[in-house]
Every structure is written in C-alpha cells, then in structure tokens.
C-alpha cells in the first residue's frame, strides 16, 4: 500500500464521516438506535492536520476528481475497478514508488487504491 | 430483513470467544486484525483509524454491556461484522458507565449502494435491547451457538 494513496483514502473516508456528521437525517439515524454523534469540530480539525500532510500535487489530484465523482479513491478487486467497473490491463502492476504519479484508473480517472 | 440477511454478514471466522484484549483500545485492534484476514477488507490500519474517530464522537458503548463500533470506510468492499465477548468485560466509556462484555464490529464500504448498512445495525441494535438475548449471546461458546441465539430473537 503506497502511503500517498492511503493518506487520500484516509482523507477520503475522513469527509464521508464529516459529511454524516453534518447530515441531520444520518445524525437522527444513529441518535435514534442510541448512539451519539457529536464532536464535527475535532473532526474538522483532523481534516486540516491530514491535509498538511498531503503533497499539494495529490490534493489537486483529489480534488479534481471530487468535483466530479462522489467517490476519488476506490478499491481495485479482481483486477476491476469499483469506481467505473472496468478492467484494469494486464501490463498495469501494483509496483508504485512515491516519485510515481498517483496510480489512476484509465478509464475514470479514479485513484486506484490496489487491494 | 431476515434472521438469515442478518446472519449473512457474519462468519464462523469472524467470531471470537474471549477477547484477549484488556482496554477499549485494544478491543478495536483485535477486532479490526480478524477482518485483515478477508479478502474484502485488506486495509485493517485504514479501518482501525476510522473506527478510533468515530469513537471519538460518542463511544459505541450503548450500555447493558454492548458495544456496536462501526463505520463506512474506503478500505472495505463488502459489509462485514465481527462478533466478540470478552469474559472478564471491557471499560468502553459505555452511556451507562458499564463495563461492555459483547461487542459488534460493523464495517461497511464507503458507498453503501445497497443501502444495507443502517438496516443492519437497527437489526442488531434491537436484539441486544433485549435482555434475554443479551444473556445468550454471552454464553455462546461457537459460531453455531450464536447462529441460534440469532435465530430464536429474530423469530425463525
Ligand atoms: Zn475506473
């Protein structure tokens, strides 16, 4: 696992729990079964600390896929990309050095995070 | 949703009986290396620091000794459960200040398209609501056993 592509998949899961923070509907699911949800401000506080610890290169890279898939990183499985769900080729490999550009799916452009 | 739905995301491997764990800290990890084992999960670190940050929002410790930590995460591709007791009872920061004795570990993916997630939590939160299928569920000494347990409080 390449620690770049995990730092954007932390980023990645780190927004979707802000974002349920955020959302009335999915804080009165949990609050309903019991549970309590609070503390979105420490939450926005980790998202800046992980954010200083991103190469602004990546950002912009997550960033530009944001703003068109709700989703930037996915998980390959099976050689299938879960963003677009088509096939990788075969002369793609999982060797990724941090010099590399981000490993992206050539079809969707998604951040391939390799399982 | 059925007995059998519910017991699909659960599996013989992903059963423990007796938490080696002593902290609350320790719970998650153990929890969280069992599902490095599967092939849908194979980022346990990944998981591990997403289910520590939701239970900096509100411990999952719903009292009556029960803890349900859970969360969407990047690393899964399918919803899975753990399930554990732990003899001796863990300090989970629960509601009621109650040492947790079973716990669940409900792990989803990041895009829950079948909308399965919530469901099964509610599922699981209204059997530990009983008390006779709390005290089953510690007793149980197999995956079978639990199956029963499982079985019986959702009526089949
Ligand atoms: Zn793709």
Redesign the interface.
């Known amino acids: 696992?390449s620690d770049r592509v995990?730092k954007l998949?932390?980023l990645?899961?780190?927004e979707?729990?802000i974002r349920e923070?955020q959302d009335p509907a999915s804080k009165e699911?949990e609050e309903a079964?019991?549970?309590?949800?609070?503390?979105l401000e420490?939450?926005e506080k980790?998202r800046e600390k992980l954010i200083k610890q991103i190469p602004g290169q990546d950002l912009r890279v997550y960033w530009r896929i944001r703003r068109r898939y709700?989703?930037a990183?996915?998980?390959i499985?099976n050689r299938i990309c879960?963003g677009c769900f088509q096939e990788l080729p075969t002369s793609r490999t999982r060797a990724f050095t941090d010099s590399d550009p981000l490993p992206t799916c050539e079809s969707c452009g998604r951040v391939l995070?390799w399982? | 949703m059925t007995a059998e739905e519910v017991l699909s995301y659960f599996s013989p491997d992903r059963f423990i009986n007796g938490l080696r764990a002593r902290s609350k800290d320790g719970v998650l990890s153990e929890m969280s290396r069992i599902l490095a084992e599967d092939d849908d999960i194979r980022d346990p670190g990944l998981l591990l620091e997403m289910i520590r940050r939701r239970e900096s929002l509100g411990s999952t410790g719903l009292g009556k000794g029960v803890a349900i930590p859970h969360g969407r995460s990047t690393a899964a591709t399918q919803t899975k459960v753990v399930f554990a007791v732990s003899r001796r009872g863990i300090d989970f920061d629960a509601m009621d200040n109650e040492v947790c004795r079973i716990f669940f570990l409900i792990v989803a993916p990041y895009e829950d398209n079948k909308q399965e997630y919530l469901p099964l939590l509610g599922k699981i939160v209204e059997m530990v609501n009983r008390e006779d299928v709390r005290e089953k569920m510690f007793a149980v000494e197999c995956f079978d056993e639990f199956q029963e347990v499982v079985r019986g409080a959702l009526g089949e």
């Open positions: 696992m995990q998949a932390q990645q899961d780190l979707l729990m923070v699911q079964l019991g549970f309590s949800v609070g503390g420490q939450l980790a709700e989703r990183v996915v998980p499985l879960l995070y399982l």
